[in-house]
Nanobody, 129 residues
Framework: QVQLIESGGGLVQAGGSLRLSCAASGRTFGFYAMGWFRQAPGKEREFVAAITWNGTSTYYADSVKGRFTISRDNAKNTLYLQMNNLKPEDTAVYYC??????????????????????WGQGTQVTVSS
């Protein structure tokens, strides 16, 4: 059974940084693309970033480009999201996400109906102004 467990959220002032982690278990982590999504109060869940199985390609929402960096350590079965220059509008619950198929492209996670089969429980990020 695939499990995704996020950590690293918290309260930070605008302009600050946080690093989220997602510990994965239940299958061979390094075979699959991975992604991050977020959901702000009263809004739909939205794509943040995705990474290919080997980390060679990454994809970002326009709203976070240049500020957030997605990365992974396949030896540690862990996905990361480094968030710099945080803004109040980044306040949301952040979710780690994974497809069910190893053939699902990372870029597909940015599409309107992303191919995500597994979600973490989420971690709250709050950015104060």
């Amino acid at each position: 059974q695939v499990q995704l467990i996020e950590s690293g959220g918290g309260l930070v002032q605008a302009g600050g940084s946080l690093r989220l982690s997602c510990a994965a278990s239940g299958r061979t982590f390094g075979f699959y693309a991975m992604g991050w999504f977020r959901q702000a109060p009263g809004k739909e869940r939205e794509f943040v970033a995705a990474i290919t199985w080997n980390g060679t390609s990454t994809y970002y929402a326009d709203s976070v480009k240049g500020r957030f960096t997605i990365s992974r350590d396949n030896a540690k079965n862990t996905l990361y999201l480094q968030m710099n220059n945080l803004k109040p509008e980044d306040t949301a619950v952040y979710y780690c996400a994974a497809p069910g198929s190893r053939y699902t492209a990372a870029q597909s996670m940015s599409q309107p109906r992303p191919r995500v089969d597994y979600w973490g429980q989420g971690t709250q990020v709050t950015v104060s102004s």
